[in-house]
């Protein structure tokens, strides 16, 4: 089941330059939040502090709270390795194991993590492949095929597989879609409707008609800053702030 | 072509200037003489060997040991096994030490630490081979008082490491930071992630670089003659004075004996042969299956 993030107070650095300032965002459980804005404008940065992975960019820091269900992120004795088996990510450019088969793709998490049970990879392979919609395309090949092999559209399906393996409760989505063709896109925004009944969903998105198809709630970022956050039908509709409306309404960015 | 003929105002996009024409083609054929002239050396090399040794290659070459001096017939198979031992050791010795600090270097080296290892590397690279052996000679075959085939296979193995060092360094660079970032995001902790996706994605290109160490310190004879030393009897111990390729080819080379003249070019046939053929197997089996899509 998904569970609420919180984060308060969240600022983050790389080196000197301070990329958010004092993020302060409630994530409801089990519905997808999309997160807009131009670009550089912190969206990712804020995505990558959830779990953690902005720390293992040289010299990025952060500071502020981020709690996800009943774990304080930034807390004293979080260990970063077991808090992102518990929130999946995907990011913008699909990237599988380029020397792994398709099944050894998705049974990495596993596998690296110390579960050695064939029946329960088997089990968790086919699971999350089907989660992925992947698995009628791959089921004759899962281990002669490589994942660095499949079309554009398929690796990042295979790397949400990936990700669902583990069995997280939150997945991040940087620009999952971003690098796909439309069909693929609308398979990647079929999945994400699906996948919010099970897991919280966190999505970076440049394409606003994508955030008013997949996401309850969006967040609009600008220069670091979140300017609002709503109900997406209310983000893209009556927007309360001045510079919400220019952006969604093409004005600039 | 056709759209010259039928739509004559856009006839000036499809024709290409002369200069650029003759600049295409020159350009063509000097990378095509290059290949050439790459590939030249190593066929002539080959078909010499071929010409001088294939005379006295024959099944007793390969299977008996050296006859007393005077004495028709006779082979290098102690030459051949003492060789094997030498770089199967070596291969020990310098494989893991040269992957070791390769990664370290690429993973971990972003600092001053790092640069004096890089530096280090680069230097012991640049070592010549005669150094290296005397130097092992003053630290183990002195002190332990006799030559061994163990001896031999330090300094080789010790020759290895630069070579292995540098291209794993080279080859996990090559690695993209996304595939990191993929397993970092799974949950992976640092040291899986480094073992089992950098190292794993890398495989082919290190296998490369440690086919460049093993083919260059095969063919070495100087720091063997201070070390292996030599044997001219059927030894397999690594405390024992030990015969090698390199060096059996070098002391029937420079031989009165035109017999043993002939066997030296021979037993160059063979080296190389066997330098080249290992290198295949090991291609063979890294191109096979899955790994071909690695960096």
Same mark, same amino acid.
């Given at each position: ?253 | ?69 005077? %004495?028709?017939?006779?082979? =290098?198979?102690?030459?051949? +096994?003492?060789? !094997?031992? /030498?770089? *199967?050791?070596? $291969? ?76 794993? %360094?080279?080859?996990?660079? =090559?690695?993209?930071?996304? +595939?990191?970032? !993929?397993? /970092?995001? *799974?949950?992976? $902790? ?93 291609? *063979?089996?890294? $191109? ?8």
């Amino acid at each position: 089941m998904g569970v609420p993030i919180q984060a308060k107070g969240l600022n983050a650095w790389f080196g000197k330059t301070q990329a958010l300032y004092d993020i302060a965002l409630d994530i409801p459980p089990n519905h997808a939040t999309a997160i807009i804005g131009p670009s550089g404008c912190g969206k990712s940065t804020f995505v990558r502090c959830l779990n953690r992975m902005h720390e293992t960019v040289p010299n990025a820091r952060v500071a502020g709270s981020v709690n996800i269900g009943t774990v304080d992120v930034y807390g004293n004795g979080t260990p970063a390795v077991e808090l992102r088996r518990r929130v999946g990510m995907v990011f913008q450019k699909p990237n599988p194991f380029p020397t792994m088969s398709i099944y050894d793709n998705v049974a990495a998490g596993l596998r690296l993590n110390g579960i050695r049970n064939r029946h329960k990879l088997d089990e968790s392979v086919e699971r999350s492949l089907r989660q992925a919609a992947l698995w009628d395309e791959v089921k004759d090949s899962l281990n002669t095929k490589s994942g660095a092999s499949l079309s554009g559209g398929q690796q990042q399906r295979l790397c949400i597989a990936r990700a669902l393996a583990v069995e997280p409760e939150v997945m991040l989505m940087d620009e999952p879609a971003s690098a796909l063709d439309p069909i693929s896109t609308s398979k990647v925004e079929d999945l994400i409707y699906q996948l919010k009944e099970h897991y919280t969903i966190v999505i970076v998105t440049h394409n606003m008609q994508q955030a008013a198809r997949v996401a309850e709630f969006t967040g609009f970022f600008l220069m670091g800053r979140l300017v609002e956050f709503d109900k997406t039908e209310k983000i893209f509709t009556t927007p309360r702030d001045k510079r919400t409306e220019d952006y969604i309404t093409g004005r600039f960015g | 072509m056709d759209n010259d003929k039928h739509s004559g105002h856009e006839t000036h996009a499809w024709k290409v200037s002369f200069g650029r024409r003759v600049a295409n083609s020159a350009a063509t054929i000097g990378m095509a003489c290059a290949a050439v002239l790459v590939v030249t050396p190593l066929v002539v090399i080959f078909s010499y060997l071929v010409y001088r040794g294939i005379g006295a290659l024959n099944w007793s070459f390969l299977t008996q040991i050296p006859k007393p001096v005077g %004495e028709a017939g006779g082979g =290098m198979a102690n030459a051949i +096994v003492g060789s !094997a031992l /030498i770089l *199967l050791i070596a $291969s020990a010795i310098g494989i893991p030490l040269g992957i070791g600090s390769g990664v370290f270097l690429a993973e971990y080296g972003r600092n001053r630490y790092g640069d004096v290892v890089r530096f280090t590397a680069d230097v012991l690279n640049g070592v010549p081979s005669i150094v290296i052996g005397s130097t092992v000679w003053g630290l183990l075959v002195v002190t332990q008082k006799h030559f061994s085939l163990f001896s031999g296979a330090v300094a080789l193995g010790i020759m290895m490491v630069p070579t292995v060092t540098r291209s794993t %360094e080279e080859i996990l660079l =090559m690695v993209p930071q996304s +595939v990191r970032e !993929a397993a /970092i995001g *799974l949950g992976i $902790s640092q040291w899986r992630v480094t073992v089992s996706v950098v190292l794993r994605t890398a495989t082919a290109g290190i296998l490369t670089g440690i086919m460049l160490a093993f083919a260059r310190v095969a063919g070495e004879t100087a720091p063997l003659m201070f070390t292996a030393f030599g044997n001219q009897f059927w030894s397999v111990s690594p405390n024992q004075p030990a015969s090698a390729l390199p060096l059996q080819i070098f002391y029937y080379a420079t031989s009165a004996f035109e017999e043993l003249n002939r066997q030296a070019w021979a037993g160059a046939l063979v080296l190389i042969v066997l330098i080249v053929g290992t290198i295949g197997i090991v291609r *063979l089996v890294a $191109s096979r299956g899955l790994m071909k899509g690695a960096v």
